[in-house]
């Protein structure tokens, strides 16, 4: 949730320049004599870099441009050397990208910084090797100093030599290792930085170092490789004479694979098991996958994971399951078989959900465990969105990408809950890691991981809280809304209430149209919605006054409205579409600061949702509903602001049932 991962604009307005053009045209000879008179004062910037969360194949990172100087940074670019791939960047645009090296500018309501003014800039990286900093940042005409992005220099405009005696010493089926020798810099020079690697006129790889491993070429086949050198300034020589170099001839697969071994099944339910095996090392020149074979009959499709989860099962059923390799040469027997037996079938459950409810968002992560009865005791509050499930590796849920959903974590307070008549909505994505609808590749694989925890819990109500680089996937959010389309099949078949939330970034000005998108592919994929949650919170200064927050987040609503509305068409009467929406403010101190979301703005949001019936009242978090201890900050475990322990809940709890 954490909305600074949210994509919203932030407008810090140049002030006190002057404008040239104008004097240009009124006193040409006053400007010109000006100008060759007094030289321009030395422009001066300070770079800051810092990750505000990683995850095993990723981070999410900051960076902040200064303007250190006496004059005003006109549409400012920035250049820098990072080892990741940025998936997804806001507060500014990625102008161009050559190997490692990135530039960057700003948007159009951030261009040009004032003496003292600043810019920020997130983004989402998908990780190559350890975590590393930006290097090597410039910006043209501008002096950069940065203790965390070193290496830059302005003054260097001259090309580093170009790297001669390109040669490849070793080649295998599938890779071909380049060497070369080193470039130089000019005396005086930044320095060289790193070296391109360009497979025919494609970059596919940038080094510091004079060697690289080409990989996942095609057996027997020849490329043509160049190398070209830049140095810290940004400057970069010619490419290099080409090298045309071929791979090894693939070799014969002849061998077939060994029987897999430790098979195991867990996480057993009624209509679904979890099954593991060890993997099987290919023999030289092969490949593996896996047959399942469950009661003697073969799964379809060729598995390349070491675990599969088996869905669509019959309630009280005995099964035995075994597993064989596959390669080119052929197919393995089929491991020592494993029985299990499929749970009973659960009593079809019950919604206990009001129509209009309120239901925070609990970080189910944070230690010790949150426990919902005992603050559904302590407030009133019946009903809370258990956040998040994610990937735990592949196509697997996780809770926060650490907890297997195949173990018992959190049954117990689910259960508890239930029994003083409270429930559970589970979220799935969120902000941090990466949502099962970008891991799985596959409609059914990813149904069945959501299935799964739907019937773990016995859920009635689900939500998947879309944002980051996953709500411009488009993929994905086609993947996950025809997966989430066939969820509700199944539970209409079974008799069973399956009530879907949509939760999503917004401005006052309504949605992205990123949002809007996943929306209209939503009903295009036969989804009903049940509810489109608007995430109020984060804005930035551009857009929304910092001190109206509830304000703010009415007229996301309303905003909201008007385009569902747009989507919708004359099939849902404003009456259904103020009933389908939802909305979610972060309480207290928002994570960009100045924003607060003050008791008074509750008090607004509470009202304004009464009188238009709004399906559901959220907020981030019940973690976040109790006062910081010393000097009011943005934490995970308060608000920032002055107010009595778990104020925000009480004031909102008997909104459930209006």
């Not at 025919?200 to 004079?210: D, E, F, L, N, Q």
């Not at 010619?238 to 170099?245: E, K, M």
């Not at 070799?251 to 099944?265: D, F, I």
Request: glycine fraction near 10%.
């Amino acid at each position: 949730m954490d909305a600074t991962r949210s994509i919203h604009p932030r407008d810090r307005r140049p002030g006190g320049s002057f404008d040239l053009r104008l004097t240009r045209l009124f006193f040409p000879f006053a400007v010109w004599l000006s100008v060759s008179t007094f030289p321009a004062a030395a422009q001066q910037a300070n770079v800051t870099y810092r990750v505000d969360s990683n995850w095993t194949t990723g981070l999410q990172a900051a960076l902040t441009i200064k303007n250190t100087g006496s004059t005003t940074l006109r549409g400012w670019t920035l250049s820098f050397d990072y080892a990741h791939n940025i998936t997804s960047i806001w507060e500014a645009q990625i102008q161009s990208r050559s190997g490692t090296r990135y530039t960057i500018s700003g948007p159009a309501w951030n261009r040009d910084l004032p003496p003292g003014g600043q810019a920020w800039v997130g983004w989402v990286a998908a990780l190559a090797g350890a975590a590393q900093p930006p290097s090597g940042c410039t910006m043209p005409g501008v002096t950069v100093t940065s203790a965390t992005c070193p290496g830059g220099s302005a003054g260097d405009s001259t090309a580093p030599s170009v790297p001669g005696n390109l040669r490849s010493p070793a080649q295998t089926p599938t890779t071909i290792t380049l060497e070369w020798n080193a470039s130089t810099d000019n005396a005086g020079g930044s320095g060289v930085a790193a070296y391109d690697i360009r497979q025919g006129t494609t970059v596919i790889g940038s080094v510091a170092h004079t060697s690289f491993v080409a990989q996942g070429l095609t057996p027997g086949t020849t490329y043509s490789f160049s190398i070209r050198a830049r140095d810290r300034a940004g400057n970069a020589s010619a490419y290099s004479r080409a090298l045309r170099v071929g791979t090894v001839p693939p070799l014969p697969c002849t061998q077939l694979p060994a029987v897999p071994t430790g098979l195991a099944v867990a996480g057993v339910t009624a209509n679904s098991a979890q099954i593991r095996w060890s993997a099987v090392p290919p023999s030289p020149g092969c490949t593996v996958t896996y047959r399942i074979w469950l009661n003697g009959v073969m799964l379809p499709g060729a598995i390349t994971d070491t675990s599969h989860l088996a869905s669509g099962l019959t309630p009280s059923t005995s099964y035995t399951v075994a597993v064989s390799a596959v390669n080119q040469a052929g197919a393995s027997a089929a491991s020592p078989a494993v029985s299990f037996r499929t749970a009973d079938a659960p009593p079809p459950p019950i919604s206990t959900f009001p129509p209009r409810v309120f239901a925070p968002y609990t970080d189910v992560l944070l230690w010790p465990t949150p426990n919902f009865a005992a603050i559904s005791q302590q407030t009133g509050v019946k009903y809370f969105t258990a956040a998040f499930v994610t990937s735990g590796g592949g196509c697997q849920a996780s809770w926060g990408g650490v907890i297997p959903a195949t173990q018992s974590f959190l049954t117990a307070e689910v259960e508890q809950l239930r029994a003083l008549g409270g429930d559970v909505i589970v979220s799935f994505g969120g902000a941090f890691g990466i949502e099962l609808g970008q891991a799985c590749t596959s409609v059914a694989s990813l149904q069945g991981q959501y299935q799964y925890v739907i019937d773990k819990f016995g859920l009635t109500r689900v939500d998947f809280d879309i944002e980051g680089a996953s709500i411009a996937d488009t993929a994905s959010i086609d993947r996950r809304n025809k997966a989430i389309a066939g969820l509700q099949a199944a539970a209409r078949a079974a008799g069973r209430p399956l009530t879907v939330q949509f939760t999503l970034p917004v401005l006052p000005t309504g949605l992205t149209s990123d949002g809007v998108n996943l929306l209209r592919n939503a009903v295009q994929n036969g989804v009903e919605i049940g509810v489109v949650n608007v995430m109020a919170m984060d804005y930035g200064n551009a857009v929304a006054d910092p001190y109206a927050m509830g304000q703010n987040a009415v007229n996301a609503v309303n905003a909201t409205f008007a385009q569902m509305k747009a989507v919708y068409g004359p099939a849902k009467t404003d009456a259904q579409l103020r009933a389908m929406q939802g909305v979610t403010p972060m309480i207290g101190l928002n994570d960009v600061v100045p924003e607060v979301f003050t008791l008074q703005d509750a008090s607004l949001l509470l009202s304004f949702a009464g009188n238009n019936r709004l399906g559901l009242v959220s907020m981030w978090s019940t973690g976040r509903d109790r006062p910081c201890a010393g000097t009011p900050h943005v934490s995970p475990v308060c608000s920032g602001i002055a107010q009595a322990d778990y104020a925000f809940s009480k004031l909102f709890f008997p909104y459930s049932g209006q």
